[in-house]
């Protein structure tokens, strides 16, 4: 029995085929397409996926602004931020980040479910978030992706 032939292969920044995929927010449900999107930056549905190296794809999302969410969580659920200075913490409804910065709602939920370390901050790059259908990404000849593919 030859043992060489059963080492361990992991990935690492040379053997990674990275991808771009484009996703349509449109009538989406926000944590679900977050965990899905996460998933695809991390790499996880790749055979080759290794814990400490970034083997996901980049993914292009389109339309955030019409994201939807389930419940009344739209009114309802609320976004902490502090400015750094005595009573300046800040709240927000994600009526009101859709309204201000349609692209901050889609990027919280999807940072939320990634590392939060070094690897997190990189994998967090591979993501491109815009409100409306076009994006500048045509050279990288993206291709559609749909939530129940992954």
Known sequence: MDTLSYKTISANSGTVKKEWYVIDATDQVLGRLASRVALVLR??????????????????IVNAEKIRMTGKKLTDKVYVRHTGYPG???????????DRKPTFVVEHAIKGMLPKNRLGAD????????EGPEHPHEAQQPKPLTLNEI
């Open 123 to 130: 994998l967090f790059r591979n993501l491109y978030v815009y």
């Open 88 to 98: 300046g913490q800040r709240f927000a409804t994600p009526k009101e980040m859709l």
């Open 43 to 60: 790499g996880k549905n790749k055979p080759d996926y290794t814990p400490h190296v970034d083997c996901g794809d980049n993914v292009i």
